[in-house]
């Protein structure tokens, strides 16, 4: 019984909710009183992890780095978290920590500062932000709590908890980006319907030539956007109909541009979306880019859906359309003095061939906040590491 104290104490400080989850605290002590084992928890949930797997595979990597976003940006009144979700939350934390070294360690650096945007003062917040420092560094969340305090606006505390997470002077680190940028103030829709739409900016000290070059679609699969793009390349058709092998449902390449060159074609993409979801989407896209001295504008649209597969069901039948809209622009535009504007507006519209088992108003309100995620890491993918 000693060991449900805290867990109690947890619970009332309303970390999970306030009605819902008393009457959830009450029935759990009943639970706890009449036990004939030892601890309060179930004994089919195990304990949250304290050290390093053994290894973090790219699946339980993104899995993680999407569980903390969501989390992050979830709103009040989502419902309360089970125990089962606080350990997975934990375990998250970890998991991203001890993946950095080959995922790139400003993933982890985004986490912790979305999720310190939520709150240094939420108990399970305060947890997950703690799970994601570094044994040695312990004192590091003191600092978070002591900064965003007095701050209530969500995005006034991302601004300042970025700044703190991402100083000048780790710039350059290993898995951080080589050039500094402004906070990106992403914002996310609340996914009406099928559809979920994103959009961030910043500025960023280079060239707009650096970003041609680093957004050109047949660069994605080959920098720090591979991790989500393992497969770009120009798109081959006869006539009016794409040459796609029905057996891989993979468009036929043509030969490849020079990397920032001007575009007037299509592309087939493979994405990984930024979900918790074992899934991908295969795509043609439509893109067209217009460059001048000082400005890059890519536009794209979906041109055909090829398939999709979403986590514990096998891939839709080759042809079988997985979006219905996949839009969006990209803007560099130079500032002087060597730094550029970069903006990024992207939507993405699901159809209904996943149900019954995956309704498209779901796997878009999951697209949000994995656009989300995506769209914050921007300088990661413009300034890339050598060893992404």
């Given at each position: ?23 959830w605290?009450f ?114 969340v ?14 006034a ?8 997470v ?10 951080m ?68 092998d ?27 979306p ?6 991908f ?19 794209y ?9 979403m ?36 939507e ?10 995956h ?13 989300h ?16």
């Amino acid at each position: 019984m000693v060991g449900c104290v805290p867990s109690l104490q947890t619970l009332n400080r309303g970390c999970y909710g306030h009605g819902v989850m008393r009457r959830w605290t009450f029935q759990f002590l009943l639970v706890c009183l009449f036990a004939t084992t030892l601890g309060c928890l179930p004994p089919h949930l195990p304990s949250p992890l304290t050290e390093c797997p053994s290894s973090v595979s790219p699946l339980t990597f993104r899995r993680a780095l999407f569980r903390l976003y969501k989390f992050a940006l979830a709103r009040d009144g989502t419902g309360p978290i089970t125990p089962a979700q606080h350990i997975e939350l934990v375990n998250a934390a970890v998991e991203v920590r001890c993946g950095v070294g080959r995922y790139g360690e400003f993933w982890r650096r985004l986490a912790l500062a979305r999720v310190a945007a939520r709150s240094t003062t939420d108990q399970l917040a305060l947890e997950v932000e703690r799970a994601l420092m570094p044994p040695s560094d312990g004192g590091f969340v003191a600092t978070l709590i002591d900064a965003l305090g007095p701050i209530t606006d969500l995005n006034a505390r991302f601004v300042v908890a970025y700044g703190i997470v991402v100083p000048t002077e780790s710039i350059g680190a290993p898995g951080m980006p080589t050039c500094a940028a402004t906070t990106p103030p992403t914002t996310k829709s609340d996914a009406e319907k099928a559809l979920a739409t994103a959009q961030t900016y910043m500025v960023l000290p280079v060239p707009v030539s650096q970003i041609e070059t680093t957004m050109d679609p047949q660069a994605w699969s080959q920098g720090c956007a591979s991790s989500v793009f393992p497969d770009t390349h120009i798109a081959h058709k006869t006539g009016l109909l794409y040459n796609v092998d029905p057996s891989t449902c993979v468009a036929q390449a043509d030969p490849p541009f020079p990397i920032g060159s001007a575009w007037n074609a299509d592309l087939y993409e493979k994405f990984v979306p930024m979900t918790y979801s074992d899934a991908f989407l295969k795509n043609i896209i439509t893109i067209t880019t217009f460059e001048t001295p000082s400005s890059y504008f890519m536009q794209y649209n979906l041109n055909k859906s090829l398939q999709g597969q979403m986590e514990g069901d096998p891939p839709l039948r080759c042809g079988t359309a997985a979006l219905y809209k996949d839009d969006g622009f990209i803007l560099g535009y130079a500032l002087g003095g060597n730094s550029s504007l970069l903006a990024v507006w992207k939507e993405v519209m699901y159809s209904d061939n996943f149900e019954p088992k995956h309704h498209a108003a779901d796997l878009a309100s999951d697209a949000a906040a994995g656009l989300h995620l995506f769209l914050d890491s921007a300088p990661f993918m413009v300034c890339c590491p050598s060893t992404p």
